[in-house]
């Protein structure tokens, strides 16, 4: 019929009882000569296609024994291949030698494997699993993943590099409430200098803008409202550029407010916590990173934001890494603010390496890597060796800490002391008059964040949203309404004020907490201080 569109979105397929999604675009084309000879072992599936590996030898004549040891490395290495894919093998090279003809079948683990062999240089497929159609079209298959902990808002099909742009993936999995992740196979890459993220799998939290995509914010009526945005967020397009592969958008509490499950999440289900008995709290913000960076190892990175503690808490309490780093590191062009003045991008990550390669790659030259550690070690609201515990649970934790605290202490020759910041302030504050920090510091942060998203966020998002809705505002929840309202009921000057008292206790604690090293250190700062949360154990089904 005239005017209809008919698009290929992919496939979804089982291989041994295993999900894969093929994209609607092959990886490469025009090989149906290669299909017969990977046809000729008898393992086709009902579609047609055929399971193959693909490997690459550049030393020359490749023995028997040799390849059973590449191709042990490959289930060693990744979670995507499987023996399922040695159907046939897709020789890059020269011959292999015992195998027979360059294009025939050959035994190998037991079973008859068809093999054609590729000598043309011009051929260049990365090594790993694919499946080739009878018309020789190859694709490569990605595993699909369930989102059980409900850890993201929409998984992504693979990176269109020739417009810039992601999609919402097409494919699903079984099971309740549990969507699929996609994830490609880590044998097709390769890191580099230039691309030292190559192959590591990626989620973002939903408030950074990526090309192709809605953002969320999360709140089911801006999803909706705005179209799939036609920019990138600076730190998600770094980690791009850098190699590292999107896998998904993961939650955030609205607007990235701080919510707690059950008592404040209306629009969208807080995500879970696989720490524990998995019905504690994730925090907030960032708790789709946190969440999904805890529980998957499949899932090697994630991007969230801190203001006031939101990659810090989820991290802390799911038992990974996570940071805020140095304001102003990373420009925040294309992502929702909550106060511009104290937002950054930071990362939750299980391998701390991983986060060494992405702090490089999405810093860059705003970040410095020092040779030693800071001389001097101090603690913020750790317990003392023989102090009083109020119950059992505070008691383990206080072991825990003091014997984390012992560790770190041997390691770096120091012996640690407590640091009373606040005493502090009040012999160098920089006027007498100035009121205590609890004094100053009150209403500082709510006023910040109520004031700047009243202003950058909420204003502008309401006006959309009644041009096309009757005059009528989205439904928001309870805690930004909250908080919003208080930034309403503050006069414009209050804005003005905290930033002013922001200011003056970041100039003192740069200069008479943690002063930076100079160019004549090999430390970043005079001090490294450890600071403890206290035991804060907060379960899902707490309304209050």
């Known amino acids: 019929a005239k005017g209809q569109k008919i698009l290929n979105t992919g496939t979804t397929l089982s291989l041994n009882d295993i999900l894969y999604y093929l994209p609607g675009k092959p990886f490469s084309s025009g090989h149906s000569s290669i299909y017969a000879l990977c046809a000729s072992s008898g393992k086709t599936s009902g579609l047609g296609l055929v399971p193959v590996t693909v490997v690459t030898s550049t030393t020359g004549n490749v023995g028997l024994g040799s390849l059973q040891t590449v191709i042990d490395t490959f289930g060693k290495r990744d979670d995507v291949w499987s023996e399922g894919f040695l159907s046939a093998i897709i020789f890059q090279g020269t011959t292999i030698q015992g195998a027979g003809t360059s294009n025939s079948t050959f035994r190998l683990r037991n079973s008859t494997v068809a093999l054609a062999s590729i000598q043309s240089s011009s051929t260049n497929f990365p090594q790993g699993p694919y499946f080739i159609s009878p ?214 990550v299980r391998d701390p390496s991983i986060w060494t390669a992405a702090a490089k790659a999405m810093y860059q030259d705003a970040i410095t890597f020092f040779p030693q550690f800071p001389p001097k070690l101090q603690t913020i609201n750790f317990p003392v060796p023989g102090s009083t515990a109020s119950d059992s649970t505070e008691a383990e934790a206080n072991a825990i800490l003091l014997a984390f605290l012992a560790k770190i202490e041997a390691f770096l020759g120091l012996r640690a002391s407590p640091l009373n910041y606040t005493a502090r302030w009040d012999q160098s504050k920089p006027e007498p008059t100035l009121p205590p920090l609890s004094v100053l510091l009150n209403r500082t942060y709510p006023t910040l964040i109520s004031k700047e998203q009243t202003k950058n966020v909420r204003d502008p998002f309401f006006a959309d949203y009644a041009a096309v809705h009757d005059n009528r505002i989205p439904f928001v929840d309870p805690v930004p309404r909250v908080r919003w309202a208080f930034g309403d009921s503050l006069p414009a000057s209050e804005l003005d004020v905290a930033i002013n008292n922001k200011t003056l206790f970041k100039d003192f604690w740069e200069s008479y907490v943690l002063p930076a090293g100079n160019n004549e250190t090999d430390y970043c700062s005079e001090s490294l201080i450890l600071y403890s949360s206290g035991v804060n154990i907060l379960y899902r089904d707490n309304y209050l």
């Open 135 to 348: 018309t020789g079209d190859l694709y490569q298959p990605y595993r699909l993943y369930a989102d059980s902990e409900g850890a993201f808002t929409q998984p992504l099909g693979p990176y269109d590099a020739f417009q810039g742009t992601y999609t919402t993936l097409p494919a699903t999995v079984p099971g309740i409430n549990a969507p699929g992740v996609a994830v490609p196979s880590r044998l097709y890459y390769t890191k580099t200098a230039s691309k030292p993220l190559a192959g590591v799998r990626t989620g973002i939290k939903d408030i950074y803008d990526i090309a192709g995509i809605r953002t969320s914010d999360g709140n089911r009526a801006f999803y909706e409202l705005y179209p799939p945005r036609n920019a990138t967020a600076v730190p998600v397009q770094r980690l791009i550029d850098a190699g590292a592969i999107l896998v998904g958008k993961m939650k955030t509490s609205q607007f990235a407010n701080g919510e707690v499950a059950t008592a404040d999440w209306v629009d969208y289900h807080e995500p879970f916590n696989p720490r524990g008995d998995g019905y504690q709290d994730t925090s907030s913000s960032s708790s789709g990173p946190g969440s999904g960076i805890g529980s998957y190892p499949w899932l090697d990175l994630t991007l969230g934001s801190d203001t006031g503690g939101s990659i810090r808490g989820p991290s802390q309490v799911q038992g990974v890494f996570g940071n805020r780093p140095s304001h102003g590191l990373v420009p925040l062009t294309n992502t929702m603010p909550l106060a511009p003045e104290l937002d950054t991008a930071g990362f939750l």
